[in-house]
């Protein structure tokens, strides 16, 4: 099969695991659907959740540049991915911590450490992998 199909499927599997993920989270911590958009718990927690994403994005950007200032060769697109594990791993912690400290249901924490943990987990078997053998 090409390429892109095996690309697909890796990544459908992927978000299979997530919802599947989310779900069993949600049930088995009593917790209700978790909401695809931000919700601010109150004004402190809305301005740290925009300098969070944007540290977040300044430091993808920053990482973005430093990379392609070296030159675009093999190692540019795994620095691309570690400033993609900074940033995901930043944005999701500082999300938990919101959560656990301003949230009516407490232990929704829980659930945002998971999908942070199985997002990693996906990056870094993606880099430990070689892409799948893709690249």
């Given at each position: 099969m090409a390429t892109w199909?095996?690309?697909?499927v890796i990544l459908g599997v992927f978000l299979g695991v997530y919802y599947l993920l989310q779900w069993a989270l949600g049930k088995w911590l009593h917790l209700g659907k978790r909401r695809h958009y931000r919700t601010?718990?109150?004004?402190?927690?809305?301005?740290?959740d925009f300098r969070v994403r944007l540290?977040?994005?300044?430091?993808?950007?920053?990482?973005?540049?430093?990379g392609i200032s070296r030159g675009v060769?093999?190692?540019?697109?795994?620095?691309?991915?570690?400033?993609n594990f900074a940033?995901?791993?930043?944005?999701?912690?500082?999300t938990a911590y919101m959560e656990w400290k301003?949230?009516?249901?407490?232990?929704?924490?829980?659930r945002?450490?998971?999908?942070?943990?199985?997002?990693?987990?996906?990056?870094?078997?993606f880099y430990v992998t070689n892409f799948f053998g893709l690249a």
């Open positions: 199909i095996w690309l697909i601010f718990h109150n004004e402190t927690h809305k301005k740290w540290v977040s994005a300044l430091i993808i950007a920053v990482v973005c540049m430093w060769d093999e190692s540019f697109w795994k620095v691309i991915l570690v400033s940033g995901v791993f930043f944005q999701e912690l500082c301003y949230s009516e249901q407490r232990r929704e924490y829980i945002v450490l998971a999908s942070a943990g199985c997002i990693l987990t996906f990056l870094f078997t």
